[in-house]
């Protein structure tokens, strides 16, 4: 009873703490305390929070069985490709590494973004205006580097036919992404419930899409860790720049 008693039971930092160990020990080249810096630095600025709160209590701008939907999304070439070329099966139906309905957050986590910017609710002007802007198109192919370069660039068909063959380099690199989660999920909730684990799973779909972006950037067939990396930070930058102004 008296060992029970004086046993802890660990906290979520310190889980969080305990993969991010297991993680540098694993994957000892790669920059992981760069970027959990700038994890940290997002959690401490409340911004990640503020975000999950939208999420939490998002009402939609424009119902998605509607007309005006429709007309909205076919306002963006990005969106449009995707829809094309795409697998539209679940990952669990196809062997495609990334598909539509894995892209298909990718606009909503805008819209959630660009609400949090504004500082109120989205009314359908507001996400056409965002759809228009080229904002995707740009985050798509620069990464890091979309709110450094006016021009939007031209994505075709053929990308999205190289994004739909991408795999993982190999089962380390799959490992790397996935652990990357954990250290993630533990960090940010103190709690985790049903919207925490769709809020993550929503980051972890974006993150993926991402990572097959850099890769296919590079000329690459396969996603590699630096490539994981450079989609974390993109994300990371997404949610800490202000959007509006670039809408």
């Known amino acids: 009873?008296?060992?029970?008693?004086?046993?802890?039971?660990?906290?979520?930092?310190?889980?969080?703490?305990?993969?991010?160990?297991?993680?540098?020990?694993?994957y000892p080249d790669e920059d992981i305390d760069g970027l959990v810096v700038l994890?940290?630095?997002?959690?401490?600025?409340?911004?990640?929070?503020?975000?999950?709160?939208i999420f939490s209590n998002w009402k939609e701008p424009v119902s998605a069985m509607s007309d005006n939907s429709l007309e909205i999304a076919s306002e963006n070439y990005l969106l449009t490709l995707a829809h094309e070329n795409l697998n539209h099966k679940p990952g669990i139906f196809s062997s495609?590494?990334?598909?539509?309905?894995?892209?298909?957050?990718?606009?909503?986590?805008?819209?959630?973004?660009?609400?949090?910017?504004?500082?109120?609710?989205?009314?359908?002007?507001?996400?056409l205006n965002l759809f228009k802007s080229g904002l995707g198109e740009k985050i798509t192919f620069y990464l890091l580097d979309f709110d450094r370069i006016e021009e939007n660039p031209e994505i075709t068909n053929d990308f999205f036919q190289k994004l739909k063959k991408i795999k993982w380099e190999n089962r380390k690199t799959k490992d790397f992404y996935s652990r990357m989660e954990r250290v993630l999920r533990f960090h940010a909730f103190n709690g985790y419930g049903v919207k925490e684990a769709s809020f993550l799973t929503t980051q972890m779909d974006i993150i993926l899409f991402l990572s097959g972006c850099s890769s296919v950037k590079e000329n690459r067939q396969k996603i590699i860790t630096e490539d994981v990396l450079i989609a974390y930070k993109t994300l990371f930058k997404i949610i800490r720049t202000d959007i509006s102004k670039l809408i």
Do not use: A, C
């Open 1 to 26: 009873m008296s060992i029970l008693k004086n046993l802890q039971i660990p906290t979520r930092n310190d889980l969080g703490h305990y993969e991010l160990k297991k993680l540098k020990n694993k």
């Open 96 to 127: 495609d590494l990334i598909n539509y309905p894995m892209f298909y957050y990718f606009f909503p986590f805008l819209e959630w973004i660009y609400s949090m910017n504004l500082e109120r609710d989205l009314m359908p002007d507001d996400v």
């Open 39 to 53: 994890l940290i630095e997002l959690l401490d600025s409340g911004i990640y929070f503020d975000l999950f709160d």
